[in-house]
């Protein structure tokens, strides 16, 4: 755990690494985001413990469990290898966009969410987040104020296990009074949302995303980080 000040207000970052997959959590209580290395040398390490964690990720994977479940005492590297072994990673990158303590939000199917989208080969994940926020909305003149936290969900994709990191963004833009939702990745709306719409948001959108940022996302609006 580590604990540091932001102006007048003490904020407890806690380590801690989350997968979720549909409702469901996966909770690795003493693994932060920083610790892995889901990279080929990851998926190389040989024990043991990566085979009987990797097995028990499949398993988790097929099960249609209903209450989140926290495992404790896994190494990092273990873990990191045990991911690499299961999924195929699927990186992304979004933004939350302010403007007079309001963020911007999109719909997508009937759900709010924020825009984000996958990191194309070669390219880094700001410039992703950059490039995918201006096509799902439309906004214009964006740029990254701060990195926030992460959000961790795994999925199926044509028989294959995929687990996507999301890296999001603080951000602003010159304009913000012209929104385009990108219809054709079938976003209906763009509108930007004030603290009285936040507890609705984060009832109504993906528990990954909720969990990841719903603190900062708070902090952000009441202009406390």
């Not at 469901?24 to 040398?41: T, V």
């Not at 998926?43 to 926290?70: A, C, G, M, N, P």
Request: aromatic share 10%; charged share 25%.
């Amino acid at each position: 755990m580590t604990i540091f000040a932001v102006g007048t207000t003490i904020v407890i970052q806690l380590q801690m690494y989350k997968i979720f997959y549909e409702q469901q959590a996966l909770i690795f209580p003493n693994i932060g985001e920083k610790d892995l290395m889901l990279d080929a040398s990851a998926q190389q390490l040989e024990t043991y413990e990566v085979e009987k964690i990797h097995l028990f990720l499949r398993q988790w994977l097929s099960l249609s469990l209903k209450e989140d479940v926290v495992i404790d005492g896994v190494r990092p590297e273990v873990l990191s290898a045990a991911l690499c072994r299961t999924f195929v990673m699927a990186p992304a990158a979004g933004g939350v966009v302010v403007a007079d303590d309001r963020f911007a939000a999109i719909e997508r199917h009937g759900i709010p969410d924020l825009p984000k989208g996958h990191v194309e080969e070669g390219e880094g994940f700001p410039a992703a987040a950059l490039r995918e926020v201006e096509e799902e909305t439309g906004l214009q003149g964006l740029h990254i104020l701060r990195p926030l936290p992460s959000s961790w969900h795994c999925y199926l994709y044509e028989d294959e296990w995929r687990l996507k990191q999301t890296a999001w963004f603080l951000m602003e833009a010159a304009d913000t009074d012209h929104v385009a939702p990108q219809r054709d990745e079938d976003i209906t709306e763009v509108v930007f949302l004030g603290p009285d719409d936040l507890d609705w948001f984060l009832q109504h959108t993906y528990r990954s995303l909720a969990d990841a940022l719903g603190d900062s996302i708070r902090g952000i609006l009441k202009k406390e980080a």
